[in-house]
């Protein structure tokens, strides 16, 4: 599946950013130039899991003032009927 994160923190000097950034990217996620998201066109169901839990734990576990502002995400899979026509 296609997934697509955006986040903004409140009161991070960028420290807990570039934590998270680079949590999605070991997940194999990439930031487009000049944008604020973070995109992976190819990612199963149990490592966007994975990644997303370690992305949180993250934000639980940090010690500073900064806090989430909003979390967006959006994910899509195409239908397995156009998956088979694109196949052939």
Request: without cysteine.
């Amino acid at each position: 599946m296609r997934a697509t994160i955006r986040f903004s923190l409140n009161n991070d000097n960028g420290t807990l950013t570039t934590r998270l950034g680079n949590i999605l990217k070991q997940g194999g996620f990439v930031k487009p130039q000049s944008t604020a998201t973070y995109e992976h066109s190819s990612v199963g169901p149990r490592k966007l899991g994975r990644v997303l839990r370690e992305f949180w734990n993250a934000i639980s576990a940090h010690q500073g003032r900064a806090h989430m502002d909003h979390f967006w995400m959006y994910t899509d899979q195409d239908h397995p009927r156009s998956q088979k026509r694109n196949s052939n």
